[in-house]
C-alpha cells in the first residue's frame, strides 16, 4: 500500500475539481426533485434499519450528533458492514462522495464529504494498524515478561494489571477532558510521543530486569516501580490517542453521513480484532524461538518505526480537512470541573447515579454483566502468567489468545440468530448459563494439577517428569479449552445486556446510566487484580479460579432473577390484553364492529391494547 504520494494527491485534486464542474453544469440542467440543506444534513432512511450496538464504552468529547456512531461501536459495526470489501478498504457502494441516493428515494452524504475520503481514509486505517498492532504485543508479552522476570510468583503481572486498572479507573476522565480542550493535531502529537517514548523506556527497563533480576533488593523494586509509571503513561496515552482520533476525527471526517460513519468504525474495529488474533502469534513466536529479550528489543523497535509513520499519516489526514482544523466549539462543555472533580469523575458518576441506576428495570443484568469482570478465567495478565510459568510456549499461548479471539467474532455472529429464534432476554440465559458450563472445564484443570511442581524442569527422575508434564498438560488443556469456548456464551451475553440498556434506559438518562455500568466494570476489575495480589502464589491460583467462578455463578443467578420477573410480567400482560379483547368482544354485543389491536406506541392507553371499532378505524383512515 503507498500511503503518501504527490502525485495521487495532484490526481485526486483535480478528479474533485472536475466532479466539481460537473455538479455546477448538472444544477443548471435539470431542476432537483429533492431539497437538500445546505449542510448536508439530509435524511437516511437506509441508517435506521442498522442493529443497534454494544455500546460498551461512551465517547468522552460529549458529542450527541451521530447517534449511529454510538449505536454501532465494536463487533455490531462489523456485523452491520456486509459488504465484502477487503479489510481495509472502502467498496462501490461506499457512499464517500456525499451525494448517492439511496434505494428507498432519499439522500444521504455530508458536506464533509468528498472524493478525498476514499485515499485519506486508508491512510488513518494504516495509523491505526500500526498503533493497534503495537498495543496487541505489549498488551500480550508483558505478562511473559513479569513472569519471566519472577518465576515463582504472580504478584507482578497482578500488580501491573491493578494499576492499568486504577490509572484507567481515576484518570480517564481527565485525560478525556484534555482532549477536548486541545487543538487535534496538538492532542494527536503529543500523545503519540508521550506513548512511544513511555513504551521505549519501560522496554529499557524490562531489558535490564530480564538480564539483572536474580537479586530483588531494593534496585529490583525501584526499577518495577517505574516499569509500572512508564507502564500506565503509556496505557494513558494510548487512551488519549484513541479517544482523539476514533470518537473525534472519524466523526468530523464522516459528517453527517452515517453510512460512512458506521463503515468507518466496522473497519477500524476490523483491524483491532485482526491485530487482537495475529500480534500475539507474531510475538510468541519470537519469544519462544530467540527468547523474552528479543521480543521485548522486536516491540521497542516496532514502536520505534512505527511512531513517525503514524505521525506522517494523521497529519496528511489533519491537513485535508478543514473541518480537524477548526476550532473546537465549547458551548455544550457545561460548568468547567476542577482537577479533582475530573480524576475522581467516576466515582462521582457511580455516587450520584447508583440510585438511578438501581431504580432501572435493567439494573440486574447490568450488574450481572459488572460481576464477569472480575475473574482470573480470561486471557488477561494473571492467567496468561501462570499458564506460562506452568511450562506453556509463548506461541502456543499466543495462538490460544487468537483462537480465544475468534471465537468471540463467532458469538458476535451467532448471537443475532439466537436473538431471532428465541428473543432477546431468553439468549441472555443461554449466554451466560452456557459460560458458566464451559468454565466446568477450567475448574477441573486447576484441580487435576499441582502447581507447585511448576513447569516439571526440576525433576530429575525421569518417570516423575513424565507423570508432571502429563498431569500438567491435562490441567493447561482443560483450563484453556473451558476458557476459549466460554468466549461464545460471554459475548452473547455481553451483546444482549448491551442491548437491553440501550432499549430499556430512558432517552434522557442514557448517559448517567452508561456512565454508571463502566463504573461498575472498572471497579469489579480492580477488585480482580486486589484479589489477585492477596492471592499472588502459583499454588493460589485455584482458589482465584474458584472465586472467579463464584461470580460467574452469580452473575447466572442475579440474570434468572430479572427472566423470571420478565417472564412474569409478559405472562401478566398477556392476560391483561386478553381480558381487554373480551371486553372489546362483549361491550356491546357486536363482534364485527370491535377489533383488538396490540398498541406498544400507546402507554397512555395501558401500554398494551387498546380497544378501537370499525367506524374509528375508517375515520382515522
Known sequence: MVFDSDSDDDALALLEESL??????????????????????????????LPPGRGRSSAVDGSSSNTTAAALPGVDAYLADDDSDGAFGLDDDDDIFGDHEDKDGGESGSSTATPLHGSFLYRLYASHFFSAWGDRMWEFSIALFLIEIWRTSLLL??????????????????????????????????????????????????WFLLKHHE??????????????????VSHLASLASTLAVEKDWVRVICGSNEVLLAKTNARLRRIDLSCKILAPMLVGFLMTYLGALAGAIFIGAWNLATWPLEYVLLSRVHSAFPALQATKTQQTRGPERTTLQLVFKQFIVLVEGWRLYSAQSTFRPGLALGFLYCTVLSFGSIMTGYTYYRGMSEVVLGSTRGVGAIFGIGATMASSRLIERFGLVPSGMIGVWA??????????????????????????????????????????????????????????????VSQLLQQRSPANQVGIISGVQASVHNTMNLLGFVIGIILHRPEQFHIQAFISFFWVLAAALLYTLFYRASTQTTTAAVAAAYSLSVQCENGDGDDDDDDFDFDDDAPSKGGFAICSSDDEEESAA
Not at 487543538?183 to 524490562?206: D, E, H, K, M
Request: charged residues 15%; positive net charge; hydrophobic residues 45%.
Open 157 to 206: 503481572p497482578a500488580l501491573y494489571g491493578a494499576t492499568l486498572a486504577a490509572s484507567t479507573l481515576f484518570c480517564g476522565a481527565l485525560v478525556g477532558d484534555q482532549i477536548d480542550k486541545s487543538p487535534r493535531l496538538v492532542a494527536v502529537r503529543v500523545s503519540l510521543f508521550v506513548q512511544n517514548t513511555a513504551v521505549l523506556v519501560a522496554v529499557g527497563i524490562l
Open 215 to 232: 537479586v530483588r533488593d531494593g534496585w529490583f523494586w525501584t526499577l518495577f516501580v517505574l516499569l509500572l509509571a512508564f507502564s500506565v
Open 20 to 49: 466539481r464542474e460537473v455538479r455546477a453544469s448538472a444544477a443548471t440542467t435539470k431542476a432537483p426533485t429533492k431539497s437538500v440543506t445546505a449542510t448536508g444534513n439530509a435524511s437516511n432512511s437506509s441508517s435506521s434499519s
Open 435 to 496: 459460560q458458566l458450563v464451559c468454565l466446568l472445564l477450567s475448574l477441573l484443570g486447576v484441580l487435576y494439577g499441582d502447581p507447585s511442581q511448576g513447569n516439571c524442569s526440576q525433576l530429575a527422575d525421569h518417570a516423575k517428569r513424565s507423570s508432571c508434564e502429563h498431569n500438567r498438560n491435562v490441567e493447561l488443556t482443560l483450563l484453556l479449552l473451558g476458557v476459549v469456548s466460554s468466549r461464545m456464551g460471554l459475548w452473547t451475553f455481553d451483546l444482549v
